[in-house]
């Protein structure tokens, strides 16, 4: 005879109603690059943080002296301190966090946390259910590194996702920091995150190798750096004002199948760069359209790279 075996029920305090004027107060978990931003970008609103926390109680008391708040030396602390609470921890510390708070017990009914993770919805928050807190995600689609890179906030994506009770003091937030606040559709957060890794990372890696082929070809480290940088600003304001597709220059657009096969013949001895250089290619081909570039593609899908175009060496004397 199998017996059934009843888990016990675990009681979750109900969130208490939420004041339209809230949030009154916020703090800040996290005073790293993205927390830096946000908790000065919230003060020059006009939004009163009242403690930042942090695993370093140095960086969290300077953060907190440049917004006019208090370092706090928990989390909970922080917490208690605010009606709202943003964690703008790593992706992979939020649900430790989460569920170290909660272990304390403590009534946390009308405080709201909200994590700052692209990759998390609110499973990363559970465990607070017990504690009466409401919880939600505000994460701002926009490279942050510190509190100088508090006014590319305004007007980036936030996608906001909440308890019922949390959405609109979210979007409100979201507002007053010159934001566009956006709901996912559900089960896109994966597809949501790639992109802003794409976009927000990808090309750093790109400046970089670019970067070390200008140095190889004569010019200064920061010469080579601002030159390519220069260069990506006017490409993406290009594609601002006419769309990606719009904005292609280069020799693919071209159909300029020599000078792709020379580039990929000077990249023979740095095979990493050869193979970024082929991917991108193939990318740009697909942006531009195939038609008319049919041997551009059959050169990208060739893994040989052939002899260039543009050489004047007599192969007789090879």
């Known amino acids: 005879m199998t017996e059934t075996v009843t888990a016990p029920r675990v009681e979750m305090a109900a969130p208490r109603a939420i004041p339209l004027a809230w949030p009154a107060t916020i703090a800040v978990v996290g005073a790293g690059r993205a927390g830096g931003a946000l908790a000065a970008a919230l003060a020059a609103a006009g939004h009163p943080v009242t403690a930042i926390a942090g695993r370093d109680p140095g960086r969290a008391g300077l953060l907190a002296a440049r917004v006019g708040a208090r370092p706090a030396p928990t989390p909970l ?19 430790g966090v989460a569920a170290s708070v909660a272990a304390g017990g403590t009534d946390l009914s009308g405080h709201g946390v909200a994590h700052c993770s692209a990759s998390l919805g609110l499973e990363a928050l559970a465990a607070l259910r017990v504690t009466g807190a409401t ?9 942050l590194a510190g509190v100088e890179s508090a006014p590319l906030l305004r007007g980036a994506l936030m ?33 949501y995150h790639a992109a802003a890794v794409l976009a927000g990372n990808a090309p750093l890696a790109l400046l970089s190798a670019a970067t070390e082929l200008l140095v190889a070809a004569g010019l200064e480290p920061p010469a080579a750096e601002e030159a390519l940088v220069s260069l990506m600003e006017g490409a ?83």
């Open 159 to 191: 996608a906001i996702e909440a308890d019922p009770a949390l959405q609109a003091p979210l979007r409100g937030l979201a507002d007053d920091l010159g934001g566009r606040p956006i709901e996912l559709t559900p089960g896109t957060r994966a597809l």
């Open 77 to 95: 602390a922080a917490i208690l301190a605010a009606d709202l609470t943003f964690l703008t921890v790593p992706d992979t510390a939020v649900a």
């Open 236 to 318: 993406l304001a290009n594609a601002r004002r006419v769309g990606p597709r719009a904005a292609l220059t280069g020799p693919v657009v071209r159909g300029d199948t020599a000078t792709v096969a020379a580039h990929l013949e000077a990249l023979r001895e740095r095979p990493d760069t050869a193979a970024l250089y082929r991917a991108l290619t193939q990318a740009i081909l697909l942006l531009a359209g195939e038609g008319g570039r049919e041997e551009i593609s059959a050169l990208l899908e060739d893994r040989t790279i052939p002899a260039s175009p543009h050489s004047t060496e007599d192969p007789t004397c090879q």
């Open 135 to 143: 919880i939600g995600c505000l994460h701002p689609f926009q490279a």
